[in-house]
Nanobody, 118 residues
């Protein structure tokens, strides 16, 4: 049974930083989470970072230069370093295996709430 657990969210002031972490169980190594998504209040889920085969990293323009995705192969976790956070980054953040900008391969976890507010 696939289980994805995201952690590290919280309340941060604009301009602040957070690092999110994601751990998955019940998945094979070639189907481990490869991307971070988020769902802002009242909006659809959207992609914010994607780790592609070969180590390349893709980001939408909205977060490029501020977010960094990375995999820890020792602990088998996926992280998202976020800096210079803005109020519009407030959302529930999820990780999953990337299928499309709005779709993941596995059942979604609970996510972790990020709130950027002064």
């Amino acid at each position: 049974q696939v289980q994805i657990v995201e952690s590290g969210g919280g309340l941060v002031q604009p301009g602040g930083s957070l690092t999110l972490s994601c751990a998955a169980s019940g998945v094979s190594s070639n189907a481990a989470p490869t991307a971070w998504f988020r769902r802002p209040p009242g909006k659809l889920r959207e992609w914010v970072a994607h780790l592609i085969v070969g180590g390349g990293k893709h980001y939408p323009d909205s977060v490029k230069g501020r977010f960094t995705i990375a995999r820890d192969n020792v602990n088998n976790t996926l992280s998202l370093q976020m800096s210079n956070l803005r109020p519009e980054d407030s959302a529930v953040y999820y990780c999953n295996y990337f299928l499309s900008p709005t779709l993941g391969l596995h059942p979604w976890g609970q996510g972790t709430q990020v709130t950027v507010s002064s």
